[in-house]
């Protein structure tokens, strides 16, 4: 029997769009049409007006890194297999914050650009090519 996995989402009705839009490296947010904001992680309101007339959207992928922590100790799998590894909180391009994971960035600083990228269908992000 395979071990349990704690990096993969367990999709509801709900995030389904997401997961599977994400699967196919497309990253999609929620937009208040009653506010006009985006917000991230989705829910079903807008977590500022309070409006339920939210919708999908596409997001640019681009993004600005926030603040990050060097992993060096998880026990859980397959995060083990992974350490260290960069925890990241980054600014999305569209004004949410976002957890995500920092990828191949050898010195990261705050203000660094990003774009998304994807693993097993969960974003990530990495230095923007210039």
């Known amino acids: 029997m395979d071990a349990p996995r704690f990096d993969l989402p367990e999709p509801d009705a709900f995030t389904r769009p997401y997961w599977e839009a994400a699967a196919e490296g497309r990253l999609l947010l929620r937009r208040c049409r009653a506010c006009g904001r985006a917000h991230h992680y989705p829910r ?3 977590p500022h007006c309070w409006s339920e007339d939210v ?11 926030y603040t990050w922590s060097a992993v060096h100790r998880n026990d859980l799998p397959p995060f083990g297999d992974r350490v260290p590894y960069v925890a990241a909180v ?8 976002m957890m995500t994971e920092l990828v191949d ?11 998304v990228a994807f693993r097993d269908g969960v974003p990530v992000f990495r230095p923007e090519v210039r």
């Open 105 to 115: 960035a050898p010195e990261p600083g705050a203000g660094l650009r990003l774009t």
């Open 44 to 46: 079903e309101f807008c």
């Open 90 to 97: 980054v600014d999305l391009a569209e004004g949410p914050r």
């Open 55 to 65: 919708d999908w959207e596409p997001a640019t992928g681009r993004a600005t890194l």
